[in-house]
T-cell receptor, first 115, second 113 residues
Framework: AQTVTQSQPEMSVQEAETVTLSCTYD???????LFWYKQPPSRQMILVIR??????QNATENRFSVNFQKAAKSFSLKISDSQLGDTAMYFC????????????FGEGTQLTVNP | DAGVTQSPTHLIKTRGQQVTLRCSPI?????VSWYQQVLGQGPQFIFQ???????GRGNFPDRFSARQFPNYSSELNVNALLLGDSALYLC????????????FGQGTRLTVV
């Protein structure tokens, strides 16, 4: 079974600054994917970024990037130039290679961006 | 294209009652999963269905059941509701085999009183 751990229940950052959210996971699988999802108060779970485990290059999506350390089983999310709209709950999630929509989530980090 | 749609958005039930939640996946997606998200926690996997067959089940009691229809829509049923079943129930759809990400609906907020 897989486990995902997010050790920061809450974080805050000033607008325009950079913040990093931490995530570690445990698995015996070789083929898997990692995701960061954002859940604003509207409840809609929105994909922020994904990383294929077989790729060494860290994924980047505009202001969002990850630091994927496969050996350490670490998958942190860096948000640059933080915006007020980034305020949300962020979840790290694990998906076994071909398991479709079956995800294992962490407990989440509540990020607040302050003006 | 429509995203994942769930109905109803909110409902209130009494302990001991039964409830059915519905989910329509994105067109072309054949895998549907259900999650329970208790306030302040991460979503917990309940079921996954693919091609109308159960492909996975989380650690939930037999009071929880689900099914998938030929059009790939799905229903989650919960019998003998308990106060602890109060949660946001999320449905996610995706392709199966290959990748990739799961797309979520806005959820159904169930309150058991």
């Amino acid at each position: 079974a897989q486990t995902v751990t997010q050790s920061q229940p809450e974080m805050s950052v000033q607008e325009a600054e950079t913040v990093t959210l931490s995530c570690t996971y445990d698995t015996s699988e070789n083929n898997y994917y990692l995701f960061w999802y954002k859940q604003p108060p509207s409840r809609q779970m929105i994909l922020v970024i994904r990383q294929e485990a077989y790729k060494q290059q860290n994924a980047t999506e505009n202001r969002f990037s990850v630091n994927f350390q496969k050996a350490a089983k670490s998958f942190s999310l860096k948000i640059s130039d933080s915006q007020l709209g980034d305020t949300a709950m962020y979840f790290c999630a694990f998906m076994k290679g071909t398991s479709g929509s079956r995800l294992t989530f962490g407990e989440g980090t509540q990020l607040t961006v302050n003006p | 294209d429509a995203g994942v749609t769930q109905s109803p958005t909110h409902l209130i039930k009494t302990r001991g009652q039964q409830v059915t939640l519905r989910c329509s996946p994105i067109s072309g997606h054949k895998s549907v999963s259900w999650y329970q998200q208790v306030l302040g926690q991460g979503p917990q996997f309940i079921f996954q269905y693919y091609e109308k067959e159960e492909r996975g089940r989380g650690n939930f009691p037999d009071r929880f059941s689900a099914r998938q229809f030929p059009n790939y829509s799905s229903e989650l049923n919960v019998n003998a509701l308990l106060l602890g079943d109060s949660a946001l129930y999320l449905c996610a759809s995706s392709f199966y085999g290959g990748v990739t990400e799961a797309f979520f609906g806005q959820g159904t907020r169930l309150t058991v009183v």
